[in-house]
């Protein structure tokens, strides 16, 4: 099953700095503003693929439902559809790697902020800087662990179609499967709940961190 995720927010392109910049090039917070943007922008893609994953999902549930309401007289059919669901797992798995990279890409542009944040002279909005680039990290931490549950839950879904495509099935067989699946949706449940909460604080932290930088920033979210 399919679960939604949240995303850093973006600033408007067009902002104010309330800032006495450094005289050559921008200040530490300038710099800070922007390399959280471009964080920003390389996670579109990971967003992006939000809408077509859950059309996959849909697409699969609706398929191991029609299953289960099958009989095994009508093998040849259950054989149909398990092959169309294995096929859409693989989809979900392709579109699964893409986003992770789209996460990965974003994660090595935001660790160069460290130089930026190391380069702020006012020691409380460093102090600030520094617990915002923490929980940044929490957050793709979390990100990774509810990546490898999906994908894992994934592996069984794999050998659930392929379990459907054995005549000699028994039921308990099938409940076994069934139970393995679902202890691996509720891990996802779980990391998913710890990462959609780790990407709110971090949307409200690098709010309230700019404000105090005395960059004027608006939200188009």
């Known amino acids: 099953m399919r679960f939604w995720k949240r995303t850093v927010y973006t600033g408007t392109l067009a902002f104010s700095l309330l800032l006495t910049g450094c005289v050559n090039g921008e200040s530490a917070e300038q710099e800070i503003f922007q390399t959280l943007e471009e964080v920003v922008e390389l996670e579109a893609s990971f967003e992006e693929q939000q809408g077509p994953l859950l059309e996959l999902e849909k697409e699969e549930s609706a398929i191991y439902d029609e299953i289960l309401t099958l009989g095994m007289k009508e093998f040849d059919q259950i054989v149909k559809l398990s092959q169309e669901g294995l096929a859409l797992v693989e989809q979900k798995e392709a579109a ?6 789209s996460i990965e ?7 160069e902020v460290k130089t930026s944040i190391e380069s702020l002279e ?14 940044m990290e929490q957050r793709y931490e979390a990100y990774m662990t509810l990546s490898n549950h ?6 069984v879904e794999k050998e659930m179609y392929e379990l459907f495509q054995t005549e000699d099935l028994t039921l308990e067989q ?5 139970n393995d699946l679902n202890e691996k949706y509720e891990k996802i449940n779980e990391a998913n709940k710890s990462f ?3 990407t709110d604080q971090y949307n409200k932290a690098k709010l309230d961190f700019y404000k ?4 004027n920033v608006s939200y188009d979210n």
């Open 96 to 101: 699964m790697k893409s986003e992770k990279e």
């Open 105 to 111: 890409a974003a994660r090595k542009q935001f660790e």
């Open 122 to 135: 006012d020691e409380e909005l460093k102090k600030e800087a520094q617990a915002l680039y923490q929980l």
């Open 150 to 155: 999906y994908m894992k839950s994934m592996e």
């Open 174 to 178: 099938l409940q076994v499967q069934i």
């Open 196 to 198: 959609n909460e780790y």
């Open 212 to 215: 105090k930088a005395g960059l």
